[in-house]
T-cell receptor, first 113, second 116 residues
Framework: AQSVSQHNHHVILSEAASLELGCNYS??????LFWYVQYPGQHLQLLLK??????LVKGIKGFEAEFIKSKFSFNLRKPSVQWSDTAEYFC???????????FGKGNQVVVIP | KAGVTQTPRYLIKTRGQQVTLSCSPI?????VSWYQQTPGQGLQFLFE???????NKGNFPGRFSGRQFSNSRSEMNVSTLELGDSALYLC???????????????FGEGSRLTVL
């Protein structure tokens, strides 16, 4: 079964700072990788996804993530955060062709104006 | 296109009771999955239904069950509620196209269950 690790559960930073959230997974086969975001009081929304091709993927709101197969990692980055990026971020993985997602424990990100 | 709709949004039950939660997927989506979200355990997979059949099941006791109807709507049921069942229950739908399936899920806002 797949498992996902996210570190630094609570992150506090100021506006305009750069953000990087780490995600490591354990699964030996072909995987699909996702970052979901949950804004306060809202439902989980897809931020970006990787299925194949260019390992650097760009998502909504200026986020990007890099898939490094050799490191089993899919780290999320944003060069300059805004107060509206305050949210909980979840990394998730599933085996190719399978709808069952394994989620990390999430990163609670607070951006101070 | 309407999103995933879950009802009820909030409910309070007492230990020993049972509860049924409902989920209407995005039109055209045939796969419905359920997840339990708690502060301690995070998001945990309960089960997935596709074409009225349970296709995947997580590591939850038999008190947790579900079903899917011919219109793809799904219900999950928890019997003999325990305090630890207090959680946000999330439903997610997906178009499931076999080998071409990417597994991208679209989530509802959840049903928040409190067990007293």
């Amino acid at each position: 079964a797949q498992s996902v690790s996210q570190h630094n559960h609570h992150v506090i930073l100021s506006e305009a700072a750069s953000l990087e959230l780490g995600c490591n997974y354990s699964y030996g086969g072909t995987v699909n990788l996702f970052w979901y975001v949950q804004y306060p009081g809202q439902h989980l929304q897809l931020l970006l996804k990787y299925f194949s091709g260019d390992p650097l993927v760009k998502g909504i709101k200026g986020f990007e993530a890099e898939f490094i197969k050799s490191k089993f990692s899919f780290n999320l980055r944003k060069p300059s955060v805004q107060w509206s990026d305050t949210a909980e971020y979840f990394c998730a993985v599933n085996a190719y062709g399978n709808n069952r997602l394994a989620f990390g424990k999430g990163n609670q990100v607070v951006v101070i104006p | 296109k309407a999103g995933v709709t879950q009802t009820p949004r909030y409910l309070i039950k007492t230990r020993g009771q049972q509860v049924t939660l409902s989920c209407s997927p995005i039109s055209g989506h045939r796969s419905v999955s359920w997840y339990q979200q708690t502060p301690g355990q995070g998001l945990q997979f309960l089960f997935e239904y596709f074409s009225e059949t349970q296709r995947n099941k997580g590591n939850f006791p038999g008190r947790f069950s579900g079903r899917q109807f011919s219109n793809s709507r799904s219900e999950m049921n928890v019997s003999t509620l325990e305090l630890g069942d207090s959680a946000l229950y999330l439903c997610a739908s997906s178009w499931s196209g076999g080998a071409a399936n990417t597994g991208e899920l679209f989530f509802g806002e959840g049903s928040r269950l409190t067990v007293l």
